[in-house]
């Protein structure tokens, strides 16, 4: 069985699917991915093992992605993940729960394509994506235009 494979196990499991359709979907034996749950605290009523882990998870005594039992520190923040990579996992899955501050948010237009767009945490920024900023610095005489000016080469041509 490799990573992946065992990793789509606990997933499903954790959905509440059964051991025959873990295994129809996973491409190995019934028997395999039952004695996988059975080593790993998978065993059990799928729709009871689902409340319980959620329970778990919610209570924090398990990591918030993998399942997996957390140790709390006797001081200090608790722990949510098991490790650093559940951490960026859950949040790359997550990104509505990130908490963002509406006066955070800053309008502009782009510099090269004058569209308007919402930037977060930055109000200096002058272009709505990496596209626009590449085509305005470096294809400026493909299209025609004038040489790109920089922000040092504004202030000499000022003075």
């Known amino acids: 069985m490799t990573d992946f494979q065992a990793k ?3 997933e499903l499991r954790l959905r509440g699917a059964g051991y025959k359709s873990i295994a129809s979907a996973v491409g190995l034996s019934r028997d395999t991915v039952r004695n996988y749950c059975k080593s790993h605290g998978l065993d ?6 689902v409340l319980n882990m959620k329970e778990q998870m919610e209570s924090g005594t398990a990591c918030l992605c993998c399942g997996k039992e957390l140790i709390q520190p006797s001081t200090g923040r608790k722990r949510k993940f098991c490790s650093d990579k559940c951490r960026r996992e859950w949040w790359s899955a997550h990104p509505e729960a990130i908490k ?10 782009c510099a090269y394509c004058e569209k308007t767009f919402r930037s977060y945490g930055n109000k200096n920024r002058r272009y709505c994506s990496h596209e626009c900023y590449v085509r305005d610095r470096f294809w400026r005489k493909e299209e025609g235009r004038e040489p790109y000016v920089g922000p040092d080469d504004r202030k000499e041509v000022q003075a």
């Open 100 to 109: 963002r501050k509406e006066t955070a948010f800053y309008e502009a237009t």
């Open 44 to 49: 059990g009523y799928a729709s009871a093992l």
């Open 8 to 10: 789509q196990i606990r």
